[in-house]
């Protein structure tokens, strides 16, 4: 027998299959490891770039392997040691880093509805929402596969993380020069390419497209780790815009049932 189920991305009702399959549109558990799994391979072994560059920008053995422990979110490390590298303040640096971590705990809160777990689990869990765990649990049809997912992810991606980052570390001097193997480019390339598909509105469009005029544009007149700051004005700058044009809108209608 089959019961109706909400799906936890956008609301809709769908049946519930309780004989083996993760969702109501009879996905099953192993096709939702598969993708879970092509993902934590996938963006898991790009830590070895994080490992080489982050030994080429000075940090030790263990400066490194500890970023990768305990802070566990691609794009804010290779911003860190990238504004290190570039001569940036390390505070700045820092802050820098710590702002597009920030997007993490939005994730957390969506997460913590879907996932529902106990209140013990959830700091652990917490460690493991990014951007890659989000999108796969995001995915899913239902809470079952939604910790599937997220779990498989999860773990798939920390492990191989961690051990990339070890290897890209101790193998920094063998590579010798990263900018001549386009190394430093890997983990901003895997962040654009996860991004990317969810820019699907105008508003997305736009305010991605002017976070990316304002780092670029003041990347050469601002000390390293600035300019990533300075880009996050694009969002409220383009809601505000958005914010006025729909007043502007409805003043004529206001006046017009007058």
Not at 68 to 80: C, E, H, I, Y
Request: aromatic content about 6%.
């Amino acid at each position: 027998m089959a019961e109706k189920t909400a799906h936890p991305a956008t609301g809709d009702i769908r049946d519930q299959s309780v004989a083996g399959t993760a969702g109501g549109a009879g996905k099953p558990d192993s096709a939702v490891v598969r993708d879970a799994l092509g993902v934590g391979v996938a963006v898991g072994l790009s830590g070895f770039a994080f490992g080489v560059t982050s030994a080429g920008a000075g940090l030790t053995l263990l400066q490194t392997c500890a970023l990768s422990l305990l802070v566990f979110t691609g794009a804010s490390q290779f911003a860190l040691v990238g504004a290190l590298a570039g001569g940036g303040n390390p505070f700045t640096a820092a802050a820098g880093a710590f702002f597009l971590g920030t997007r993490n705990a939005f994730y957390g809160l969506r997460l913590s509805q879907l996932l529902a777990l106990p209140r013990a689990v959830k700091p652990f869990a917490a460690q493991w929402v990014i951007d890659e765990t989000t999108a796969v649990a995001l995915a899913q049809p239902d809470r079952r596969s939604v910790r599937i997912g997220f779990t498989v992810t999860g773990l798939t991606l920390y492990v191989l993380w961690n051990l990339t980052t070890l290897l890209g570390a101790l193998g920094a001097e063998a590579i010798g020069d990263i900018a001549a193997w386009g190394l430093d480019a890997a983990g901003p390339a895997v962040f654009l390419a996860l991004l990317a598909p969810m820019l699907r509105t105008a508003t997305e469009r736009a305010t991605a497209g002017i976070a990316v005029v304002l780092g670029l544009g003041l990347l050469p007149v601002l000390p390293a780790g600035v300019p990533v700051l300075v880009a996050a004005l694009a969002a409220p700058a383009v809601l505000w815009y958005q914010g006025r044009g729909a007043r502007r809108e409805r003043v004529p209608d206001e006046e017009a049932s007058r």
